[in-house]
């Protein structure tokens, strides 16, 4: 294997000469550097990434902590990123959490020690332990999907897309509204879209009862135990059920035609997230769609943008929402 001391020697020069010409520092004559760039051409020497790393202290990997690495919204969020790293040299690595909210942090920690030059996470919570986590790491980090103070965020405009869709339930004629919601550690998911709902259902005047208003856990079976106490236990007939992620959204589906109920004809159903599985269901789930890639490429020219040095990259960039209306409502 052709090593730098055997560049330096074919090439008449020495090793810091070839190391500077390999990595663009210090003065090296043209005359120098042409001998050293024509041996390198001749031989295909291929500088050593890590040798490298270890003199710029930069390793081209970006870390990347998933909620779920098995879902459309994931994979979708990383071909996002995956299109501008690949494009100027750099790698992912990827941790799932599996929905566990400590993880998160030894994730943030566990990325720090294996030497990335920055973080992309895609949050699912927002709490003091994991902002300070954040705040006081060693490398740049950029969170999807939640808003921090402070640190650079790229969400969606959860309040309105709720508000909208609940907007269109009330349109098509339906009143009693059942909603299903995650827990509000999740602040765009659990506290957002819920008060999306709340606001429209305010504004036209519909009293929400307390049963209408189920927590699931992002699961399909969530949303299917959701779906049966709301039917089982609100006193008006329940037309419409929105779920605030397509996967509770399909349980509520399953429920609702597994107990002899016409979609949309007795009740709707409608979610977000426009998952694949959400189009190929009969009928059809009516939904809110996200630009899960541009969020994920949005995320990686912030993060860019950080490494670069660029000033003003610590605010929020909030990224529209389509509505997709479709035979369950």
Do not use: C
């Amino acid at each position: 294997m052709i090593t730098i001391n055997d560049i330096a020697e074919m090439a008449g020069v020495s090793r810091t000469t070839v190391s500077r010409v390999i990595n663009s520092t210090g003065y090296v004559s043209e005359k120098a550097r042409k001998r050293v760039m024509d041996v390198i051409e001749e031989t295909g020497y291929v500088p050593s990434q890590h040798a490298k790393s270890l003199r710029t202290k930069e390793t081209k990997i970006i870390g990347v902590i998933l909620p779920k690495i098995s879902t459309d919204t994931s994979s979708r969020t990383v071909n996002g990123m995956n299109s501008v790293f690949e494009g100027i040299g750099y790698q992912i690595l990827l941790t799932t959490t599996d929905l566990e909210r400590q993880k998160e942090i030894e994730h943030l920690r566990l990325l720090q020690n294996r030497q990335v030059d920055g973080i992309i996470l895609i949050a699912t919570n927002v709490d003091q332990a994991l902002m300070d986590e954040i705040k006081t790491s060693k490398v740049p980090v950029v969170v999807v999907g939640q808003e921090m103070s402070g640190v650079p965020s790229v969400i969606f405009d959860d309040h309105a897309a709720a508000r909208r869709m609940t907007e269109l339930l009330i349109e098509k004629g339906h009143r009693s509204i059942g909603y299903i919601g995650v827990g509000e550690a999740d602040r765009s998911v659990g506290v957002q879209r819920k008060a999306g709902y709340l606001e429209a259902m305010a504004q036209h005047g519909i009293e929400v009862e307390d049963a209408w208003l189920e927590t699931g856990d992002f699961s399909i079976e969530s949303g299917y135990e959701a779906a049966a106490r709301i039917l089982e236990a609100s006193s008006r007939k329940v037309d419409a059920v929105f779920a605030a992620t397509d996967r509770m959204g399909l349980g509520a589906w399953r429920y609702i035609r597994r107990h002899g109920y016409d979609i949309p004809g007795d009740i709707a159903v409608v979610g977000i997230g426009a998952s694949e599985t959400s189009r190929f269901i009969e009928p059809a789930l009516t939904t809110i769609e996200y630009e899960y890639e541009q969020a994920g490429s949005v995320a990686a020219r912030t993060m860019m943008q950080l490494l670069q040095g660029e000033k003003g990259v610590s605010g929020k960039k909030v990224l529209d929402f389509k509505l997709v209306e479709r035979d369950s409502i």
